[in-house]
């Protein structure tokens, strides 16, 4: 499909490939259709993956999670020591 896995890539990683040819915005494109397509299968088929199968998450780093770098949502803050867990 690809030649990489857009799941564990970071918006940066994507850029990157997208620079250098590795992988085209198509592409990734086309792999998240792939995913929603076999979700709306489990779905039909009665056996999604669980309750939130399909639904599009987003995380955004202004919100604190233990033992995460915690940059409140700007690069300003990047540095700042990662929260106690």
């Not at 857009?6 to 990734?28: I, K, R």
């Not at 086309?30 to 299968?41: G, H, I, M, W």
């Not at 995380?59 to 990047?78: F, Q």
Request: some cysteine; glycine content about 8%.
């Amino acid at each position: 499909m690809t030649a990489i896995d857009p799941w564990a890539c970071s918006a940066t990683d994507l850029l990157t490939a997208y620079a250098s040819g590795a992988v085209s915005p198509v592409q990734v494109k086309a792999a998240v259709l792939e995913q929603a397509q076999r979700s709306a299968a489990r779905w039909s088929s009665g056996s999604p993956s669980g309750p939130l199968d399909g639904i599009p998450v987003s995380i955004k780093d202004s919100l604190a999670a233990e033992g995460m770098s915690y940059w409140r949502g700007t690069t300003g803050n990047k540095h700042k020591p990662v929260l106690a867990a």
